[in-house]
T-cell receptor, first 112, second 113 residues
Framework: GENVEQHPSTLSVQEGDSAVIKCTYS??????FPWYKQELGKRPQLIID?????GEKKDQRIAVTLNKTAKHFSLHITETQPEDSAVYFC???????????FGTGTRLTVIP | ETGVTQSPTHLIKTRGQQVTLRCSSQ?????VSWYQQALGQGPQFIFQ???????GRGNFPPRFSGLQFPNYSSELNVNALELDDSALYLC????????????FGPGTRLTVT
């Protein structure tokens, strides 16, 4: 089965700096890679996703990159704000609506 | 916020008891997936329902079972509760054969004592 590893487990950045979270996956059949943000006591919220037919996707301050050859993908948050503080999960799936395999999460703290 | 709802919000059960959790999917979504999220960990896939049938299952024992109804809502049933079943149970709705996104409900926090 698919195995998704995520690093780092915790990340602290100063407000305004960039944050990068990295994930690797094992199953070459995986073709959909979403990122979820989960604030304390709340549901995981889909913030950005990428399919295997593209290498990069941006949405305002958030971007995701995918390297299919190396089987890794990364989340980039620029100009971080205190409200970006949360736990971020990467995931991998075959064809999206099938089961998601999640990483172990990264707790991001943005220091004002 | 998504249109996915879950009930109840919190639940406390005793070891050996049975529990039923409920999920209403987002309008237009035909597929419901259930996940277990232990404290400090990522969600783990339990199973998925599509067209009222189980359509994939993770590494969970048969005492975890489910249903999907014609309106696409779903139930998760857990029999013979164990202490390790204490977790946040999340459902996610999606469109099989459509866009890839899965949207989560707020979850049910189950505590087994």
């Amino acid at each position: 089965g698919e195995n998704v590893e995520q690093h780092p487990s915790t990340l602290s950045v100063q407000e305004g700096d960039s944050a990068v979270i990295k994930c690797t996956y094992s199953d070459s059949a995986s073709n959909y890679f979403p990122w979820y943000k989960q604030e304390l006591g709340k549901r995981p919220q889909l913030i950005i996703d990428i399919r295997s037919n593209v290498g990069e996707k941006k949405d305002q301050r958030i971007a995701v990159t995918l390297n299919k050859t190396a089987k890794h993908f990364s989340l980039h948050i620029t100009e971080t704000q205190p409200e970006d503080s949360a736990v971020y999960f990467c995931a991998a799936s075959t064809n999206g609506a099938n089961n998601l395999f999640f990483g172990t999460g990264t707790r991001l703290t943005v220091i004002p | 916020e998504t249109g996915v709802t879950q009930s109840p919000t919190h639940l406390i059960k005793t070891r050996g008891q049975q529990v039923t959790l409920r999920c209403s999917s987002q309008s237009g979504h035909n597929t419901v997936s259930w996940y277990q999220q232990a404290l400090g960990q990522g969600p783990q896939f339990i199973f998925q329902y599509y067209r009222e049938e189980e359509n994939g299952r993770g590494n969970f024992p048969p005492r975890f079972s489910g249903l999907q109804f014609p309106n696409y809502s779903s139930e998760l049933n857990v029999n013979a509760l164990e202490l390790d079943d204490s977790a946040l149970y999340l459902c996610a709705s999606s469109i099989k054969g459509g866009t890839f996104e899965q949207y989560f409900g707020p979850g049910t926090r189950l505590t087994v004592t």
